[in-house]
């Protein structure tokens, strides 16, 4: 069945667990998924239990041949062939994931039948047995009403059919008087009651631990939501959304592990915008910040979505490229710079030309063998200084080998 709209759901365990818990009683909804959390369990001991109504009836059919006289013994073996057949019903129903209504039925016309053999095995007994197996009649429902986590209706239905069939068993009693029938009921029918009631605060018990349970996860859940808030927070970058230093070499480390496929080739591109002091200068720093945004996505619009961008620091990005050759990444890095030239902002005291720019050093892995990860970074950054020397808003691929980094703003 649908359930309701979660909030709504949280909101009625809420409330349940402000109040008594005597108080306790589960919505329809509730209700179901308590059921359907227990039912695995519940459903192994009412199998269970016939089973073992199924083997004690037939050594009791034993026990009374052997031990009975013949007349009697021989009369109870027909209402106790009834017993089996009840029990083995409910068990096969028990077993499956039928619909809860189908499967209350079935356990309530299932007991219905065994304690209507047992009453039967009493009456054909006659005499003393009579008494005698109309108590174990109640001792099976009483067992039945402790142990079935059932709803509460169930229950009910199972202890008033005991109960009504020992008054009438009772009065079928040739040697009791109707006083000593009644007597007798309401004597068992008080511990019935009793059993009843501390059925139901068991079941009242189990709802609220339920209802703990439901808190507690919903708890954790937002516990796991907000850590990964966190998480992403302490990756990220406030002002553009991209990767921040920090995440950048988390996933160089990741992308230069030795266990990576050796066709996985890589290549890093460092972007520095040209002047950008000038910029903040000139315009401010909010326009700078606007820059730095617009930048942030016309690079991400000019990578794959396995590719990697990151705000290195200041005005520098950081972006990681994955399987691609020298050329791949050359070309990709020359879509970012005629991207950013294309945006046409401001940059009034640039020394590249009027608007803003950028410079790009490529540092391919193929023309590094066996380099680490900051190997390779500072051969991009040799390139980015030596695009910057050359008069910026360009692309400089690195040479073999390595370079220490110097600055150019």
Same mark, same amino acid.
């Given at each position: 069945?649908?359930?309701?709209?979660?909030?709504?759901?949280?909101?009625?365990?809420?409330?349940?667990?402000?109040?008594?818990?005597?108080?306790?009683?589960?919505?329809?909804?509730?209700? !179901?998924?308590?059921?359907?959390?227990?039912?695995?369990?519940?459903?192994?001991?009412?199998?269970?239990?016939?089973?073992?109504?199924?083997?004690?009836?037939?050594?009791?059919?034993?026990?009374?041949?052997?031990?009975?006289?013949?007349?009697?013994?021989? !009369?109870?073996?027909?209402?106790?062939?009834?017993?089996?057949?009840?029990?083995?019903?409910?068990?096969?129903?028990?077993?499956?994931?039928?619909?809860?209504?189908?499967?209350?039925?079935?356990?309530?016309?299932?007991?219905?039948?065994?304690?209507?053999?047992?009453?039967?095995?009493?009456?054909?007994?006659?005499?003393?047995?009579?008494?005698?197996?109309?108590?174990?009649?109640?001792?099976?429902?009483?067992?039945?009403?402790?142990?079935?986590?059932?709803?509460?209706?169930?229950?009910? !239905?199972?202890?008033?059919?005991?109960?009504?069939?020992?008054?009438?068993?009772?009065?079928?009693?040739?040697?009791?008087?109707?006083?000593?029938?009644?007597?007798?009921?309401?004597?068992?029918?008080?511990?019935?009651?009793?059993?009843?009631?501390?059925?139901?605060?068991?079941?009242?018990?189990?709802?609220?631990?339920?209802?703990?349970?439901?808190?507690?996860?919903?708890?954790?859940?937002?516990?796991?939501?907000?850590?990964?808030?966190?998480?992403?927070?302490?990756?990220?970058?406030?002002?553009?959304?991209?990767?921040?230093?920090?995440?950048?070499?988390?996933?160089?480390?990741?992308?230069?592990?030795?266990?990576?496929?050796?066709?996985?080739?890589?290549?890093?591109?460092?972007?520095?915008?040209?002047?950008?002091?000038?910029?903040?200068?000139?315009?401010?720093?909010?326009?700078?910040?606007?820059?730095?945004?617009?930048?942030?996505?016309?690079?991400?619009?000019?990578?794959?979505?396995?590719?990697?961008?990151?705000?290195?620091?200041?005005?520098?990005?950081?972006?990681?490229?994955?399987?691609?050759?020298?050329?791949?990444?050359?070309?990709?890095?020359?879509?970012?710079?005629?991207?950013?030239?294309?945006?046409?902002?401001?940059?009034?005291?640039?020394?590249?030309?009027?608007?803003?720019?950028?410079?790009?050093?490529?540092?391919?892995?193929?023309?590094?063998?066996?380099?680490?990860?900051?190997?390779?970074?500072?051969? !991009?950054?040799?390139?980015?200084?030596?695009?910057?020397?050359?008069?910026?808003?360009?692309?400089?691929?690195?040479?073999?080998?390595?370079?220490?980094?110097?600055?150019?703003?």
């Amino acid at each position: 069945m649908p359930y309701q709209d979660e909030q709504s759901v949280q909101e009625e365990v809420d409330r349940l667990l402000s109040g008594r818990t005597r108080d306790i009683r589960l919505s329809s909804e509730l209700q !179901a998924r308590f059921r359907e959390r227990s039912f695995k369990q519940t459903s192994k001991i009412i199998r269970a239990w016939m089973i073992w109504v199924i083997v004690l009836d037939v050594l009791a059919m034993i026990v009374n041949l052997l031990l009975l006289p013949r007349e009697p013994a021989v !009369a109870m073996l027909g209402p106790a062939l009834l017993m089996p057949p009840a029990a083995l019903a409910v068990y096969l129903a028990w077993a499956r994931k039928l619909p809860f209504a189908a499967l209350d039925a079935v356990l309530t016309l299932g007991m219905l039948a065994i304690l209507l053999s047992v009453a039967l095995m009493s009456y054909v007994a006659g005499d003393e047995l009579q008494e005698r197996y109309l108590s174990v009649m109640l001792f099976v429902a009483v067992t039945a009403i402790i142990i079935f986590n059932v709803p509460q209706s169930v229950t009910y !239905a199972i202890s008033g059919a005991g109960l009504a069939l020992y008054l009438v068993f009772q009065l079928a009693h040739p040697a009791l008087g109707t006083a000593s029938a009644f007597a007798a009921f309401l004597f068992f029918a008080s511990g019935v009651t009793a059993t009843v009631v501390a059925r139901q605060t068991m079941t009242i018990l189990a709802h609220r631990t339920f209802l703990l349970e439901l808190r507690d996860a919903r708890r954790v859940a937002e516990l796991a939501s907000a850590n990964a808030k966190l998480e992403q927070l302490s990756r990220t970058d406030p002002l553009t959304g991209l990767s921040n230093r920090r995440h950048s070499d988390d996933v160089l480390a990741m992308l230069f592990d030795r266990d990576r496929p050796s066709t996985s080739s890589l290549a890093l591109l460092m972007c520095d915008i040209d002047c950008f002091k000038a910029l903040n200068d000139r315009l401010g720093h909010l326009e700078g910040d606007k820059a730095l945004a617009a930048v942030a996505r016309t690079i991400t619009r000019s990578v794959r979505p396995k590719d990697h961008v990151a705000r290195f620091g200041g005005e520098e990005f950081l972006v990681v490229l994955v399987d691609v050759n020298t050329q791949e990444a050359q070309s990709i890095a020359q879509d970012i710079r005629l991207g950013v030239e294309a945006l046409k902002l401001a940059n009034p005291g640039s020394s590249a030309g009027p608007v803003l720019t950028i410079s790009i050093g490529v540092a391919a892995e193929v023309d590094h063998p066996g380099c680490t990860a900051s190997e390779l970074h500072r051969a !991009a950054d040799a390139a980015l200084y030596h695009a910057k020397s050359q008069g910026r808003n360009r692309v400089a691929l690195a040479s073999g080998g390595t370079a220490q980094r110097r600055h150019a703003s």
